[in-house]
Structure formats: structure tokens, C-alpha cells
């Protein structure tokens, strides 16, 4: 063979290798196109929706939904219904109870300074304005601890040389229904209080709240009274020591709503 031919030859076997691509997979020398397959989506299942339950509180119509500091004496709801429930008559502090349980309730007393005042003034209205008095007081929660109550001088005196007895921070404390935390309380003693005056059958074991605008230092403060009696039969004149209402509280009425 001329070596033209033979260069004709080969030139033309390299163009052919050059247009068509060299196959490799077999299939009797048919080209095959490669598929891609399509991308599958993963379907995620929507989360459930979590709804937290909202919470109200309310009270009964004439009771005033009064804000406290959450703690265990109000079940951390930080509410308690409180209601001043006035007298035309003095009373006593076991009478004003009554007032209180008569409307499922008890007496109460207050735990902050916003508190206080607002009872204060409700009461001062009723009493200085509505009555046109002079003074008075309001019944509200407290008892002397059992081992410093006696109807004996002596003992009471031995009493008053130790704590609790002689600590006005200690020596009163306040039932669990009254749903109050006492220590803003102990702090608004009136004036020389407690004093621990007794009588033949009665002594000074129970609270009030003084209502006197003309005296600063007992104004709006808590003395120690007796318990059975409408007056202080040592100072039986005297309005200061008589109770024309009780400061009554209850548990709120809680709501849980979506």
C-alpha cells in the first residue's frame, strides 16, 4: 500500500474518534443518555400548635380585686377580694368576724402601703365623713400568740421580759385566712403599741386599724384591742378604740381561658 493511502487512511479513522465519543457501557454499541433523577421533597408534618391557657382573676360585685406580692399566703396569684364592710355601731372585733364570715369571707389585713391607704381612706370616708366622727377604728386580722395571752398582771409582766412576748414583730400573728403576709404590718404599729391593757374577763389580744386624721402617729396604724368588747372599758369614751366596720378578704375566682 502507497504510503498516501495508508496516511488517507488513518486521517480519516481519526476524524470519525474525533465526531463520535467512545461509548463504554455496553448495550451493543447504542449510546444511552443519562437520567437525573428528579429530587423528592420531604414532606415534614406541621407541629401541633402549643396554646397556654390564659389566667383571670375576678371578684364577687362589691369586692375589690386588691394586687398583692405573689407568695404562698395567695396561692401566688398575687390577688386577694378585700372589702370594707361598715358599722353604724361600734363593734366588736369578734362582731366584725362575723360581718366577714357572713359574706364567706374573713377578716383580713393589709400587706402593702398601697393597700393601706385605700383602706384608709374608704374608712376614713365612712367614718369621719358619713358618720361625722371625730375618729374610730376598723376590725381587721390578728391574735396574740397563745403564750403571751393572760388575764394575770404578774405573769403578763414576766411575760414582757422575753421574746416573742415583748417583740411587737412576734408577739401577734395572723390566721391563715386572713391570706396576708404579716411583715409590712408589724411595721405600722400606732404610737406606744402595743399597749396590753387587760380587763376583768378580757384583754388586749385582737387588732384595729385607728382612723384619726388629727394624729399622724395613730392615723392608719394598728393598735391591740380587745376582742369581745365594742369599747375599751378603761377608756370607754373614748371612739378611737370603738369599731364602725371590718377590713374582710377571700380568695380570688381564677378563669383559665384558651
Given at each position: ?11 480519516s479513522a ?42 383571670s382573676y375576678?371578684c364577687p ?198
Amino acid at each position: 500500500m502507497s504510503r498516501q493511502i495508508l496516511l488517507l487512511l488513518l486521517f480519516s479513522a481519526a476524524v470519525q474518534a474525533f465526531i463520535r465519543p467512545i461509548y463504554y457501557g455496553g448495550g451493543d454499541g447504542h449510546d444511552c443518555e443519562e437520567s437525573t433523577p428528579s429530587p423528592t421533597s420531604e414532606v415534614t408534618p406541621s407541629a401541633t400548635s402549643e396554646v397556654t391557657p390564659r389566667t383571670s382573676y375576678s371578684c364577687p360585685n362589691g369586692w375589690n380585686l386588691t394586687t398583692r406580692t405573689p407568695s404562698p399566703f395567695n396561692d401566688n396569684s398575687g390577688f386577694l377580694c378585700t372589702k370594707f364592710i361598715s358599722s353604724e355601731n361600734a363593734i366588736s372585733v369578734n362582731a366584725g368576724s362575723s360581718l366577714c364570715t357572713e359574706q364567706g369571707a374573713a377578716l383580713t389585713a393589709f400587706e402593702n402601703e398601697e393597700e393601706r391607704q385605700k383602706i384608709l381612706e374608704e374608712a376614713r370616708k365612712y367614718i369621719i365623713t358619713d358618720l361625722k366622727m371625730a375618729t374610730g377604728s376598723i376590725a381587721i386580722a390578728g391574735d396574740r400568740l397563745k403564750q403571751c395571752v393572760t388575764l394575770n398582771g404578774t405573769v403578763l409582766a414576766e411575760n414582757m421580759k422575753n421574746p416573742p412576748c415583748n417583740d411587737r414583730k412576734q408577739e401577734y400573728t395572723l390566721p391563715a385566712s386572713a391570706h396576708t403576709n404579716a411583715e409590712f404590718l408589724w411595721n405600722n404599729w400606732a404610737l406606744n403599741e402595743p399597749s396590753h391593757n387587760m380587763w376583768t374577763y378580757d384583754s388586749e389580744d385582737c387588732l384595729q386599724m385607728v382612723i384619726m386624721p388629727s394624729n399622724l402617729d395613730r392615723n392608719g396604724k394598728i393598735n391591740d384591742i380587745y376582742c369581745r368588747l365594742d369599747h375599751a372599758p378603761n377608756s370607754p369614751s373614748d371612739m378611737s378604740f370603738m369599731n364602725f366596720g371590718a377590713y374582710c378578704g377571700k380568695p380570688v375566682d381564677i378563669e383559665a381561658t384558651i
